[in-house]
């Protein structure tokens, strides 16, 4: 992956974006870019808006929230496909989790499903007052994790009229059981140390956690599942970015292996799209959640082919097949 993906430096773009072809500067008549902060539950949400070619704040335009994958921010594949929709015509919001890259929220990476469902509430609470958006015509596209919580915030919120998924990740199942369910004979004791986490976290100690590592090449190529291989590069190679980490508080998984993305999953109504690579090892969660969405009538799977999961992130042939999914289908539900 490293051999084909030109590493984007934080650092060379004013709005400190990572992924190809990001914005560098505003232009009059082109599709620009806002940095904005906002107040959810008394947290500074930090958020990029982006919109249209020739925005006119007078005039009305359907808006689309973007959630990021878990451990990522919104200056990476959130921030592409934001600003991909944009150059369609939608006014488009991607932000920071709470508690997580550039939002507030102690302690610090702190994951857990409420806190990210209540995210997309907040954005879309944000979004639908700003200049220009029509709120009746808001959509909302979830990525890996974020697909996950998106699933689970259309479940109740009708302000979204339709929903994508790409790449859609199951916290909940994956913290419970494992990637491709390889943890099931160690459930009882993680929820153990989860438990003895949150003691020590509420009793003033060092709060303990989960998911970092500082790896080498050879220990990225050999871990066993390519979405996590194909992940430590994006993460912390080629697309890093210092607000995006692999890391969550370990009592966070008192909440996540309780949840599951695709509990109630009947309550969507609204139409849905889920994309995913067909070669991606993650895709048994798409695939599983799919079927279980019986309360609308309006869904389509769509597999990339040839696509892993982190390769829908950022190899354009795939984003290009993404987006001719998404392109006519917010076209027609928004």
């Known amino acids: 992956m490293s051999a084909t993906a030109a590493a984007a430096d934080y650092k060379k773009n004013p709005f400190t974006l990572v992924y190809a072809g990001a914005l560098s500067k505003n232009e009059p008549g082109k599709v620009n870019i806002h940095p904005v ?6 947290l500074d949400i930090v958020a990029n808006v982006y919109t249209p070619s020739n925005y006119d704040a007078k005039k009305k335009y359907p808006a689309i929230v973007v959630a990021h994958p878990n451990g990522g921010v919104k200056e990476q594949v959130a921030g592409l496909y934001a600003q991909h929709l944009a150059e369609l015509g939608y006014i488009t919001i991607a932000m920071d989790a709470a508690y997580q890259g550039g939002s507030g929220g102690e302690p610090r990476s702190t994951d857990k499903p409420q806190f990210r469902i209540e995210d997309i509430h907040g954005a879309a609470d944000f979004i639908t007052q700003y200049p220009g958006v029509d709120a009746t015509r808001l959509g909302l596209l979830g990525i890996c994790g974020g697909g996950g919580y998106s699933l689970s915030a259309a479940k109740s919120d009708k302000r979204f009229r339709s929903v994508a998924t790409l790449s859609m990740f199951n916290s909940g199942r994956v913290r419970r059981n494992g990637f491709a369910d390889s943890q099931l004979n160690t459930i009882q004791q993680r929820l153990k140390q989860a438990s003895e986490a949150r003691a020590q976290e509420k009793a003033g100690g060092k709060i303990p956690y989960s998911g970092d590592a500082d790896m080498t090449d050879a220990q990225i190529a050999a871990l066993p599942f390519e979405m996590y291989r194909q992940g430590y590069e994006y993460y912390w190679r080629t ?10 508080t370990t009592s966070s998984l008192l909440d996540l292996m309780r949840w599951d993305a695709t509990e109630q999953i009947e309550l969507i109504d609204q139409p849905l799209l889920m994309i995913a690579g067909s070669k991606a090892d993650s895709l048994y969660m798409t695939e599983e959640a799919f079927p279980k969405a019986t309360g609308t009538d309006d869904k389509q799977l769509f597999l990339i082919e040839g696509a892993t999961h982190i390769e829908t992130y950022w190899v354009p042939k795939y984003v290009d097949a993404a987006l001719g999914q998404l392109k006519p289908f917010y076209a027609r539900t928004l």
């Open 239 to 248: 697309h890093a970015h210092p607000g995006s980490t692999f890391k969550y």
């Open 37 to 42: 902060k906002y107040k959810l539950n008394g």
